[in-house]
């Protein structure tokens, strides 16, 4: 069996008494992103369970020994750096192939950083169009297109190197006055989630240096 389990996106207090019972008590290996981001974790609840390395480097390689291991019989976790594995970070490879062998597979609920960013923007959040990552390059500027003539919220992630760059595209491509939302260290003790029309958000974004990875909320073309 394999369990697919969220960690926390920054407040280590943001993880369910399920979760941990599952990574100290039901598994025999965590397969880990970067295994010394998750060892702090388990440090700080006292969990000692065998960690392996599954990341996007050597997933392809992995995914099919571990298939196996688990077809024999073994029980593991996956867990990302933070958030839920499969979004915008290892996971579907291995949850796929799990499913192909007739490998159980199940999905504890928590953390990931695009809900609180979107319930908390103030942006309609009714219906939406999650996006994660832009390409860095081909095809960004046919995505970007795609995603300013929605007619429901998008969402994006972004890396602080990359946010005024993001904020300058979707400007043209939405038009300055379109409501958006930039939202980040989300969980952490410095967590600004900031709304206010793309032109003036890239205008206050353009005067400071950011740091944390990004959400974007950016809202829906009007008729």
Same mark, same amino acid.
């Given at each position: 069996?394999?369990?697919? /389990?969220?960690?926390?996106? +920054?407040? *280590? ?11 100290? &008590?039901? %598994? ?30 050597? @997933? $392809? ?13 073994? !029980?593991?976790?996956? /867990?990302?750096?933070?958030?839920? #594995? =499969?979004?915008?970070? #290892? ?18 609920? =928590? ?10 923007? =103030? ?5 939406? $169009?999650?996006?994660?990552?832009? #390409? ?5 500027? !046919? ?7 929605? #007619? ?14 993001? *904020?300058?595209?979707? !400007? @043209? %491509?939405?038009?300055? +006055?379109?409501?958006?939302? /930039? ?11 900031? !709304?206010?029309?793309? =032109? ?9 240096? %950011?740091?944390? &990875?990004?959400?974007?909320? /950016? ?5």
């Amino acid at each position: 069996m394999l369990y697919i /389990v969220p960690t926390p996106i +920054g407040n *280590l207090e943001d993880i369910t008494l399920r979760a941990l019972r599952v990574l100290r &008590e039901e %598994v025999s290996v965590i397969l880990a992103e970067d295994t010394r981001t998750t060892r702090h974790l388990l440090e700080r609840y006292d969990i000692r369970t065998p960690l392996r390395a599954f990341h996007a480097h050597n @997933e $392809h390689a992995a995914v099919d020994k571990i298939v196996a291991e688990l077809a024999a019989g073994a !029980t593991m976790a996956l /867990v990302s750096d933070a958030g839920t #594995p =499969g979004i915008s970070d #290892p996971g579907f490879l291995l949850v796929r192939a799990c499913r192909q062998a007739g490998v159980r597979v199940e999905c504890l609920p =928590g953390p990931t950083a695009f809900v609180p960013a979107l319930v908390a923007s =103030g942006v309609p959040c009714d219906r939406f $169009h999650f996006e994660g990552f832009l #390409p860095h390059k081909k095809g960004r500027q !046919t995505r970007l297109r795609y995603l300013a003539a929605l #007619p429901h919220t998008f969402v994006l992630y972004e890396s602080p190197h990359r946010l005024l760059r993001c *904020l300058t595209e979707l !400007t @043209e %491509v939405c038009g300055p +006055g379109r409501m958006a939302c /930039v939202a980040r260290e989300l969980t952490k003790v410095f967590e600004e989630v900031r !709304t206010a029309p793309l =032109g003036e958000l890239l205008a206050a974004f353009s005067q400071r240096e %950011v740091k944390g &990875e990004m959400v974007i909320v /950016v809202a829906g073309r009007e008729e």
